[in-house]
């Protein structure tokens, strides 16, 4: 009963390194009846009369099972797989088969993470739940609130499945939505946020991370509200700020001039082009305490590093985690620039033997690139840099094999002379 999708010939090789999306230019034709007593119809994308939302059963150009998807004709990203089972398998309990999923990404991170931190819980298509973002976070009084993102019709029709399984395995106070990404207009979906089941809370949440309290904004806050990912590079800065002077750009919560602060950085200045970032910053300022050491400025990155190099201005410690310069592969070299510029302003202005944490988080700025960057960075300011660390996300962004997507974020950690 289940559609058939199937693919242009040698289209299947990435799908079985375990990419899981089928682009419409990749899709041969579809095979579907109405129902069981109805013939068999092959029909072109363009003339497709299954409805978006419907289980499809992706195949090769010779008719090999590959995989069950969801097809959305509205996005370029036709099909998003969910699994390696028949779609007569997967939803013959579908509800179960979600529980399945976010039980094991639940379980995976208790590995890692104790009941009182805040992490990712699930990754969308890296913990094999398509377009789906989850972030468990644990307030101060030890209640956990999750915050959820539907970015797909993939996910998005599974809500109901998706939400119970969450309240089951996690247990919340309350659950936020943040499905206010514009990529769900891509999928044909409307904006939605706000509190389920009718529950409200306050959407302001202290979180405690590496022993520091942050404030955090779900409701207005960028994306879901923080940047779980960096936990552990916060973390790793400390051991080079005892005693310091530390200049933390692109600051957006304060958290990585905050772990500077709480290693004893002797100065720290946090960085961010919005107000309302700013404001945030000053109190999770106040509320750790940090008042004499730490100050938050409302300025354009790129602008003031270019005033403190004019000024003189000399710090030992610098921390860039700027958001994604590009979004798309086709201002990749405009990226370029941006990046190189940012970083060589920085070399600059470090003290002799100074350390520079440097960041990317746009997956199509590659590890390669953004290697290179460096170097370049590094010739242009007549710098000589020694990388000590490469790091990434911590483990609650897991990589999955076949799907570069999932390796976004680039971190490394550099001397420079």
């Known amino acids: 009963m289940y559609a058939k999708v199937f693919l242009n010939a040698k289209e299947e090789r990435e799908i079985l390194q375990g990419f899981p999306w089928v682009f419409d230019n990749e899709i041969s034709h579809f095979k579907h009846r109405a129902d069981e007593k109805s013939e068999w119809k092959n029909e072109s994308l363009a003339e497709c009369s299954l409805t978006d939302g419907s289980a499809v059963e992706v195949c090769t150009k010779a008719g090999g099972f590959l995989g069950t998807g969801i097809l959305n004709k509205k996005s370029k990203i036709a099909v998003r797989l969910i699994g390696t089972e028949h779609a007569d398998v997967i939803f ?4 179960k088969f979600w529980e399945k999923r976010v039980e094991a990404a639940y379980n995976y991170r208790q590995l890692y993470y104790s009941p009182s931190d805040s992490y990712r819980l699930v990754f969308g298509e890296a ?3 398509p377009g789906f973002i989850c972030e468990r976070l644990c307030s101060e009084e030890r209640k956990v609130f999750l915050v959820v993102q539907f970015l797909s019709m993939s996910c998005d029709i599974f809500k109901n499945e998706i939400i119970k399984a969450l309240k089951k395995v996690c247990k919340p106070e309350g659950i936020y939505e943040r499905s206010d990404e514009a990529v769900r207009e891509k999928e044909g979906l409307p904006m939605v946020s706000g509190w389920l089941d009718g529950k409200s809370f306050d959407t302001d949440i202290v979180i405690v991370e590496n022993g520091i309290k942050l404030c ?3 409701a207005n806050g960028q994306k879901t509200g923080y940047f779980l990912d960096q936990k552990f590079n916060r973390e790793q800065i400390k051991r080079f700020c005892h005693g310091k002077k530390v200049l933390d750009t ?3 919560t304060g958290a990585f001039g905050l772990n500077a602060f709480k290693a004893g950085a002797r100065e720290v200045t946090s960085v961010d082009i919005s107000e309302d970032a700013v404001k945030m910053v000053n109190h999770n300022i106040k509320l750790n305490g940090a008042e004499k ?3 938050a400025l409302c300025a354009d990155v790129f602008d003031l590093l270019k005033k403190y190099e004019a000024d003189g ?11 994604a310069f590009t979004k798309s592969a086709k201002n990749i ?5 941006g990046y190189k510029e940012i970083n060589l302003r920085a070399m600059r202005l470090l003290n002799e033997g100074g350390i520079l944490v440097t960041c990317s988080c746009s997956h199509f700025f590659d590890t390669n690139t953004f290697y290179d960057m460096i170097v370049h960075a590094a010739m242009d300011s007549h710098k000589k840099v020694q990388i000590l ?8 962004h897991p990589l999955l094999a076949g799907y570069p997507k999932s390796e976004y974020l680039k971190c490394a950690i550099c001397v420079v002379r």
């Open 127 to 129: 913990d094999l739940i």
């Open 293 to 295: 050491v730490m100050k």
């Open 389 to 396: 660390e490469k790091r990434g996300a911590g483990p609650d």
């Open 333 to 337: 070299q405009k990226a370029y620039g």
């Open 250 to 252: 692109f600051t957006h």
């Open 313 to 323: 201005e000399k710090f030992d410690v610098i921390i860039l985690d700027p958001p």
């Open 216 to 218: 955090v904004d779900i």
């Open 92 to 95: 013959s309990d579908i509800a």
